[in-house]
């Protein structure tokens, strides 16, 4: 399965999301995380190769595709309508994480807008979603409105995320009494993809 993660917001849990989902298939398969982004955030978390899987660049990757039943792609905020193009064309699954911020909800909208037109299979992930409040909810609602194709599992924010990148390891493997949770969302979210 090729699954690709995209937004037109930078900051939105796209990295996040695409390390995460690479370790769940892992377990199903061997996986592929494809870094996509010029920033290669995804190849400086696996530098202390302490992932479950291989990161490798777009460059990298070319001989290694067939290898690897399952790819991720994490590519780089506000891509052109070409990049969403070519991403809908070789992907199975275009995911695309929000959080319930409205600017970034605002985005989600314009990313949808864009996504509809070129008949892909995507679904919106809400992200950073903070239990204290009720921006999960609103956004749910707002999104359910229009019927856009949502995951039922939320990604709920928790600083162990940033302490397990800086750590380059997943947030499983990093040492935080909110880790089985955070963890069991992913796992809730690649179980909803591939169960
Ligand atoms: N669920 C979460 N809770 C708290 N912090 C998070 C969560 N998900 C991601 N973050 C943090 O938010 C920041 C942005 O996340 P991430 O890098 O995954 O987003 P991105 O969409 O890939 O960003 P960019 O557009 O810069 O590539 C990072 O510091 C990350 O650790
Ligand atoms: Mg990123």
Known sequence: MIIAITALKGGVG???????LAAYLQQKAPTLLIDADRNRSALIWSREEK????????AGATS????YPHIIIDTRARPEAEEFRDLADGSDLLIVPTTPNHLDLDATFKAVEQLSSLKVNYKILLTKVDARTKGG?????????ENLPLFKTEIPLLVAFERASHKGVIIRDYSDPRSALAWGRYKAVGQEILP
Do not use: D, G, M, N
Not at 14 to 20: F, G, R, S
Not at 51 to 58: C, D, I, K, N, T
Not at 137 to 145: D, F, G, I, T, Y
């Open 14 to 20: 796209k990295t996040t999301t695409a390390i995460h």
């Open 51 to 58: 992932l479950p899987f291989y990161v490798a660049s777009q």
């Open 64 to 67: 290694l595709i067939r290898k």
């Open 137 to 145: 909810q609103q956004a749910r609602q707002l999104l359910e409105a």
